[in-house]
Nanobody, 127 residues
Framework: QVQLVESGGGLVQAGGSLRLSCAASGRTFATYNMGWFRQAPGKEREFVAAITWSVWSGRSTYYADSVKGRFTISRDNAKNTVYLQMDSLKPEDTAVYYC?????????????????WGQGTQVTVSS
């Protein structure tokens, strides 16, 4: 069982920045594939970013086209934490942001492929 706890959400003006954190339990965090998803009111949950690790290719990152160049995902294995640095925020980035963990397998942008989820943190970007 893996527990995920997000923090760092809030209200920010368009063009501003926020950094989300996700603290994870588990002894093998370094091998987990971690992702960030978001869900706006009335919309489906969508992929934002992911960071994976494999013994063959090392660390890899993936981004949705809508956030590429503005968001950066990173991880600190010593702290069992994954981060999402969000810059140049836009009103359309407003959503509840969820941290997710996939214990095995390769990268996937599909929410159902992830095994564990955090409770979510609200991000609101005002225009």
């Amino acid at each position: 069982q893996v527990q995920l706890v997000e923090s760092g959400g809030g209200l920010v003006q368009a063009g501003g920045s926020l950094r989300l954190s996700c603290a994870a339990s588990g002894r093998t965090f370094a091998t987990y594939n971690m992702g960030w998803f978001r869900q706006a009111p009335g919309k489906e949950r969508e992929f934002v970013a992911a960071i994976t690790w494999s013994v063959w290719s090392g660390r890899s990152t993936y981004y949705a086209d809508s956030v590429k160049g503005r968001f950066t995902i990173s991880r600190d294995n010593a702290k069992n934490t994954v981060y999402l640095q969000m810059d140049s925020l836009k009103p359309e980035d407003t959503a509840v942001y969820y941290c997710a963990c996939r214990g095995s397998g390769s990268h996937s942008p599909i929410a159902s492929a992830y095994d564990y989820w955090g409770q979510g943190t609200q991000v609101t970007v005002s225009s």
